[in-house]
């Protein structure tokens, strides 16, 4: 008899349902997308109830499509956009205002008034992170401040906090279970990935009643039971990570050293510390990469704001391309010392620079340069991105020994040939590219037993393609140079 994973991801714009088989193989898979709202410049929400039912009709029409009995279904496995932030009503499931988004600026001002060395110095040590807007802790405050009455229902227990994996557990069990995994704690602000608590010093900081925060779990453990009227069975949800985590998990990424990079709108990359937490001292960020049977592995995670999102600005912006995929094709005999450098800093610049006032550049325009160059340009400007990270992570003492990738942008097999001859690194691209969705159903399938360990899932994970580097060192640090230089450029115009 056939039996199967499932893996809800919830992302920033559409959810998705995947059905996995028990060797880990993506049989089919169905996604909707939602509702971004905005309701005021640098604000960013969505509405809880379409999270909810957009996952739920998804896992519903896979089911129905694919003519499968729920009880054969092990275990569900969920991954999700991190940091977004959602308070309800504990009795009524109520949500008290929309669910505020990682990307939502709306707290900068409380982050700017708070923040001094100390402040931030505590911060990092505790929880790996940097004093701002995009992680829960603020958001959660804001919500406590701004719905009228909801501090006072806080301080008499009403109400509950979650994380999108949180929210989602919270309905799929029907109000029964209010928890989350270490993975998605340590997004908060409020978790000390040291202690795996929540930490009162934060809690007494930003002003937060512990009564209102999930229980933390492994991220392979028992979350709890589907009602059994959503799905047609009472599943076990037996895995939970965040997305970038779950991306680490499900490219088998076990070892210390081993590294992930998504190329999707953004690239976050995410390098495997093993039971070190290292504490970065070029504004990487510290996080749990995942916690099995109560061991901890932690990553030093960059994250890159433009990836794809450049060749969206190429195709819907500059109108160069139809669509990103004809890249390929048109840059396929550019040579990569043209000259030219495209800086995507069109929304400041992230790790390692976390520049917010720097705006994106064209430099080293001639006569010659076609739409060609300037595609490439674009291309190139992920791969040297990427370089930049790679750089602050060896300051830090670290250098990945393996380079796996996923999201839309690693279809392009020149990107991923220049990102290995600028890295001078080996970049593996897996069989299965649902690596963030494999990621949740791996931690489901070790929680219910069919996969034994870590090493028979490592066992399972397959390269579709190896991209070695054949630039020589001298050709590779000419144009990082010339990169970096473009990079001081740009900064140095920045209008203050
Ligand atoms: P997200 O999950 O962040 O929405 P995806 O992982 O689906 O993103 O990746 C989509 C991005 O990849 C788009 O921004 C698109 O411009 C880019 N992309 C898709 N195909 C290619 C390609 N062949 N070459 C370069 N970029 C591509």
């Not at 169905?30 to 005021?40: A, L, R």
């Not at 929400?45 to 519903?60: A, I, M």
């Amino acid at each position: 008899m056939t039996h199967y994973l499932l893996a809800i991801d919830q992302g920033t714009t559409s959810s998705r349902a995947v059905l996995f088989n028990t060797d880990g193989k993506p049989l089919a898979s169905e996604s909707e997308t939602f509702s971004q709202h905005y309701p005021q410049n640098g604000w960013v929400e969505h509405d809880p109830n379409d999270l909810w039912q957009s996952v739920l009709r998804c896992c519903q029409k896979l089911i129905a499509k694919q003519n499968i009995d729920s009880k054969h279904i092990l275990a569900i496995g969920i991954t999700n956009q991190r940091e977004t932030t959602l308070v309800w009503e504990k009795n009524s499931g109520k949500p008290l205002y929309n669910a505020i988004v990682w990307q939502d600026r709306r707290t900068t001002p409380f982050c700017e008034a708070l923040i001094s060395d100390e402040i931030s110095q505590l911060i990092a040590d505790k929880t790996g992170l940097l004093l701002d807007p995009y992680f829960s802790a603020t958001k959660i405050r804001w919500i406590l401040d701004n719905v009228p009455g909801a501090r006072a229902q806080a301080e008499r227990g009403e109400l509950a906090f979650g994380t999108v994996d949180s929210y989602l557990l919270w309905h799929l069990t029907a109000g029964e279970m209010h928890r989350t995994d270490a993975t998605n704690a340590s997004r908060t602000m409020l978790f000390n990935i040291h202690s795996q608590q929540w930490d009162e010093d934060l809690l007494r900081l930003f002003d937060i009643p512990a009564s209102m925060l999930p229980e933390v779990l492994d991220s392979a453990a028992f979350f709890g039971k589907t009602d059994a009227q959503l799905l047609g069975a009472a599943i076990t949800i037996g895995g939970m990570a965040g997305d970038q985590q779950a991306a680490l998990f499900g490219h088998a990424c076990f070892q210390q050293g081993m590294a992930k990079s998504t190329y999707g709108t953004g690239c976050f990359l995410m390098l495997n510390t093993g039971e070190t937490a290292l504490k970065s001292h070029n504004r990487l960020l510290t996080t749990v990469a995942y916690r099995l049977n109560g061991k901890v592995t932690y990553a030093i995670e960059g994250s890159i704001f433009m990836a794809g999102a450049t060749m969206q600005w190429i195709v819907e912006g500059l109108k160069l391309l139809r669509h990103a995929g004809e890249s390929e094709a048109m840059v396929k005999d550019v040579p990569l010392d043209h000259g030219v450098f495209l800086v995507p800093s069109f929304t400041g610049l992230g790790a390692p620079y976390w520049d917010p006032n720097a705006r994106g550049a064209i430099l080293g325009l001639t006569r010659d340069s076609g739409i060609d160059t300037i595609v490439a340009a674009a291309l190139q400007s992920v791969g040297y991105q990427t370089k930049d990270l790679q750089k602050a992570m060896e300051k830090d003492g670290l250098r990945p020994t393996v380079l796996r990738v996923d999201g839309g942008m690693v279809k392009n097999n020149w990107v991923l040939s220049f990102l290995a001859d600028i890295l001078g690194a080996v970049v593996e691209r897996p069989e299965v590219t649902e690596t963030t969705s494999l990621g949740a159903a791996y931690l489901a399938g070790l929680q219910c037993g069919v996969f034994d360990s870590l090493e028979d899932l490592a066992q399972l994970w397959q390269c579709e393609r190896r991209f070695e580097p054949k630039l020589d060192a001298a050709a590779r640090n000419c144009l990082y140079a010339k990169w970096q230089h473009a990079v001081a450029q740009v900064r140095l115009q920045t209008p203050t």
